[in-house]
């Protein structure tokens, strides 16, 4: 791991600071990079305009009894990733050989936009059970490192 890999991480962890996520332990934040610059930021929380969970003071997931990594759909909550690449869009930053930084491993529906985007390596500190993204990631040939595997590298 280098030094660039190391702060980006650290940058990734304090965006999950900003989460609006009502659910205990949901706190998750990305940063996308090319070049050592960072482009865009994100973390889970409501789409712009609508109330978050954290200010309704619930979470409907919760309240639903909706396990974690299941009906993804029924949530206020845009996910990090999917946050970060919307605002490259919206600002007009191609995404084109970047570095996705994650808090965590990305779920299938943000792996497929991560592809589409043209991110190449996605580099996450804490896995989530979801084995189809890790295959998804692989035939489309996007370079995916758990962090802690490359502190291990020293």
């Not at 050592?36 to 309704?56: E, Q, W």
């Not at 009906?71 to 050989?97: D, F, P, R, S, W």
């Not at 991110?119 to 998804?136: A, G, T």
Request: aromatic fraction near 10%; proline fraction near 3%.
């Amino acid at each position: 791991m280098n030094k660039w890999d190391e702060r980006f991480m650290n940058m990734a962890e304090f965006v999950s600071t900003w989460t609006s996520c009502a659910r205990q332990g949901r706190a998750i934040g990305a940063v996308i990079v090319r070049d050592k610059r960072i482009l865009t930021t994100g973390y889970n929380g409501a789409p712009s305009g609508v109330m978050p969970c954290r200010d309704k003071g619930y979470c409907m997931r919760d309240r639903l009894g909706i396990a974690s990594g299941t009906q993804a759909e029924k949530c206020y909550a845009v996910h990090a990733e999917q946050n970060a690449i919307c605002q490259a869009a919206k600002l007009g930053i191609t995404l084109e050989g970047a570095t996705l930084y994650c808090t965590h491993q990305p779920c299938t529906i943000c792996t497929r936009l991560i592809i589409n985007s043209g991110i190449k390596r996605v580099i996450y500190k804490y896995p989530y059970p979801d084995e189809f993204s890790m295959q998804l990631f692989k035939e489309a040939g996007i370079l995916v490192e758990k962090y802690d595997d490359l502190k291990d590298e020293k």
